[in-house]
């Protein structure tokens, strides 16, 4: 899919996985309406000029790229996750605000 502000589309999940994590295993479920064949993709979508939207089966994450400055660019992304994964056991939260230069 593209157009003048914006492109992205699918990428399939490798077999035996069924998220996108170093593991590539996640024990929370998928978030609410996903099911089937959906369940084993990943759509990404960059709006222009600066964000990227990815839709995984058990989170959705959007990135910002900002010019703070010349030279310099801030990097923030953002995590939505299915009500109270956010105490499952071994979850982590990390906040990443980074500068890239």
């Given at each position: 899919m593209a157009g003048r502000y914006?492109?992205?589309g699918p990428m399939g999940i490798r077999e035996?996985?069924?998220?996108?994590?170093?593991?590539g295993v996640t024990a929370h479920p998928p978030l609410?309406?996903?099911?089937?064949q959906e369940k084993r993709l990943v759509h990404y979508f960059n709006l222009y000029p600066n964000?990227?939207?990815?839709?995984?089966?058990?989170y959705v994450m959007a990135h910002y790229l900002?010019?703070?400055?010349?030279g310099v660019r801030l990097h923030r992304?953002?995590?939505?996750?299915?009500a109270g994964a956010d105490g499952a056991p071994g979850f982590?939260?990390?906040r990443?605000?980074?500068?890239?230069?």
């Open positions: 914006f492109n992205g035996g996985c069924n998220t996108l994590t170093v593991s609410p309406g996903i099911s089937g964000f990227l939207f990815s839709l995984a089966p058990d900002w010019p703070p400055g010349a992304n953002r995590v939505v996750l299915r982590r939260r990390r990443r605000h980074r500068l890239l230069g």
